[in-house]
C-alpha cells in the first residue's frame, strides 16, 4: 500500500487549505487514519485521526478549527484546516493502520505518506 498527500501550499494567517490523502493497493474494513505534522526540531504531532467506525479525534490545537473526514470509495482521506494560523505551520503527513485503535506515534502506523508542505503567514 502507499498513502500520497496533497493540497499543501502557502496561505495567509485566518485562511484554509484541504489537504487530501490517497490511499493506493491499501483495504481494510477496519482502520485507523489519521493525520501527523512536523516542524524541524520537533517530534511528529498526531493533528486528528478518523477510525473505520466515523470516530474522530483532535488534537486540543486544532480543535474547533479543523475536520478530519474520509470517502471510502474513493480511498481518500481529508483534512480541512479553517482558521489557520503560523503556528500550523509544518510538514503534514498520513498514516494508516489496520486496526481500529489510533496511537498517537507514527511509529504504531505501518503505512505512512511522503508529507505535504503547509506554510502560514501573518
Known amino acids: 500500500g502507499q498513502l500520497v498527500e496533497s493540497g499543501g501550499g502557502s496561505v495567509q494567517a485566518g485562511g484554509s487549505l484541504r489537504l487530501s490523502c490517497t490511499a493506493f493497493g491499501y483495504s481494510y474494513s477496519s482502520y485507523c487514519m489519521a493525520w501527523f505534522r512536523q516542524t524541524p526540531g520537533k517530534e511528529r504531532e498526531r493533528v486528528a485521526a478518523?477510525?473505520?467506525?466515523?470516530?474522530?479525534i483532535y488534537a486540543d490545537s486544532v480543535k474547533g478549527r479543523f475536520t478530519i473526514s474520509s470517502d471510502n470509495a474513493k480511498s481518500t482521506l481529508y483534512l480541512q484546516m479553517n482558521s489557520l494560523k503560523r503556528e500550523d505551520t509544518a510538514r503534514y503527513y498520513c498514516?494508516?493502520?489496520?486496526?481500529?485503535?489510533?496511537?498517537?506515534?507514527?511509529?504504531?502506523?505501518?503505512?505512512r505518506g511522503q508529507g505535504t508542505q503547509v506554510s502560514v503567514s501573518s
Open positions: 498514516a494508516a493502520r489496520p486496526e481500529l485503535y489510533c496511537p498517537l506515534s507514527t511509529l504504531h502506523f505501518g503505512y
Open positions: 478518523i477510525g473505520s467506525d466515523g470516530m474522530t
